[in-house]
């Protein structure tokens, strides 16, 4: 699912939203998720998983073409851990079920 069909489904399930309307939730939403992990938090969404920063240590790798080796600087990376709920809904192959906060 990309994310012009993530708002196209909010446009459909929800009528009185417009396109424009739904295409500024999705912005909105994942600038803001993308906003708490830049500044080192952790965002959990229950049901669905939790996202956080996950750090890498400097290392020393491998030129593959010429063999020498080289410094690879630490980096900070976004990490996503599903939830229970998810992980049995994608194993049995069922899409999840509506919580009671979603109707």
């Known amino acids: 699912m990309t994310r012009s069909d ?3 489904e909010l446009a459909a399930r929800f ?3 417009t396109h424009r ?3 500024l939730a999705v912005k909105t939403v994942l600038d803001a998720m993308s906003d708490a992990l830049v500044r080192g938090h952790r965002i959990e969404i229950r049901g669905f ?7 890498r240590p ?3 790798g491998r030129n593959p073409r010429s063999g020498e080796s080289v410094m690879i600087p630490e980096k900070r990376v976004p990490h996503f851990k599903p939830g ?3 992980r049995e ?3 049995a192959g069922t899409p999840v079920p ?3 906060a979603d109707l």
């Open 6 to 8: 993530l708002v196209e």
């Open 15 to 17: 009528s009185q939203l």
């Open 21 to 23: 309307d739904a295409e």
């Open 49 to 55: 998983g939790s996202f956080s920063i996950n750090r």
């Open 58 to 60: 400097p290392r020393v």
């Open 84 to 86: 229970k709920a998810l």
């Open 89 to 91: 809904a994608v194993d």
């Open 98 to 100: 509506p919580t009671p």
